[in-house]
């Protein structure tokens, strides 16, 4: 079946290094797509999304970009901080009821 | 500060037996759901509702049922739970018409044995 799945499972990252995190898509007809970000012993937290018919969108430290072409999404985090480690996951959502497809997730570490 | 509370962190049962998780939202968000959360499969939709008494499948429905009959608490329940329903449960609620942005609780690790 369709599904959002990631390409790494773990991304080491030193503290003031920018991060990348990828994240492949299969459904076309999602209109949303999402990354959030989950610490340690807690929910999920909503990042940023961007709608389907846009490219790029930017927020505080962090940049989604969407290529529809390869069916590709990644979320960019400027500067990243001990306080960015955490688990992240893109989304798409499905349907008019906010019904989020998650992908596996992304570990990310930041070292000193 | 908007708020999503499930009633335990963790929580241990035995098989067969049938198992009640909580949740209660203090945002008055229409939208309430139940997702599942491996490692490795990231987080399954179970069950959610758009409104009191209102509920819909989600993609692993099975061994699993709901019920909403207040706005603010949506509760997940194990019909008879077995070893393979160990796992995180996550619950979330959000706005009706809210697209992307849903309020999670910390999650209840399940495990049944």
């Known amino acids: 079946g369709e599904s959002v799945g990631l390409h790494l499972p773990t991304l080491s990252v030193q503290e003031g290094d920018n991060s990348i995190i990828n994240c492949a898509y299969s459904n076309s007809a999602s209109d949303y797509f999402i990354w959030y970000k989950q610490e340690s012993g807690k929910g999920p937290q909503f990042i940023i999304d961007i709608r389907s018919n846009m490219d790029k969108r930017q927020g505080q430290r962090v940049t989604v970009l969407l290529n529809k072409t390869v069916k590709h999404l990644s979320l960019q985090i400027a500067a990243t901080q001990p306080g960015d480690s955490a688990v992240y996951f893109c989304a798409e959502r499905r349907g008019s009821w906010g019904k989020l497809q998650f992908g596996a997730g992304t570990q990310v570490v930041v070292t000193p | 500060d908007v708020k999503v509370t499930q009633s335990s962190r963790y929580l241990v049962k035995r098989t067969g037996e049938k198992v009640f998780l909580e949740c209660v939202q203090d945002m008055d968000h229409e939208n309430m759901f139940w997702y599942r959360q491996d490692p490795g499969l990231g987080l399954r939709l179970i069950y959610f509702?758009?409104?009191?008494?209102?509920?819909e499948k989600g993609d692993i429905p099975e061994g699993y049922s709901v019920s909403r009959e207040k706005k603010e608490r949506f509760s997940l329940i194990l019909e008879s739970a077995s070893t393979n329903q160990t796992s995180m449960y996550l619950c979330?609620?959000?706005?009706?018409?809210?697209?992307?942005?849903?309020?999670f609780g910390q999650g209840t690790r399940l495990t049944v044995v």
């Open positions: 509702s758009y409104d009191v008494k209102m509920k």
């Open positions: 979330a609620s959000s706005q009706q018409g809210a697209v992307t942005e849903a309020f």
